[in-house]
């Protein structure tokens, strides 16, 4: 039995592709945030200098 796998005959028009497109930048702005939000947890979680708490 064949798979249903995205873009396996080949994207042939134009809603096809957006499609595809889309969803790989939603892939791209899922992986930055949480790039982001490592970045702002560590900084918060790091000792600054100077500051006496």
Do not use: Y
């Amino acid at each position: 039995m064949q798979r249903k796998t995205p873009g396996a005959t080949g994207l042939e028009n134009f809603p096809e592709i957006a499609g595809m497109a889309l969803m790989g930048l939603g892939g791209l702005i899922a992986i930055i945030g949480g790039l982001l939000f490592l970045v702002v947890a560590i900084g918060a979680m790091w000792p600054r200098r100077g500051s006496r708490r």
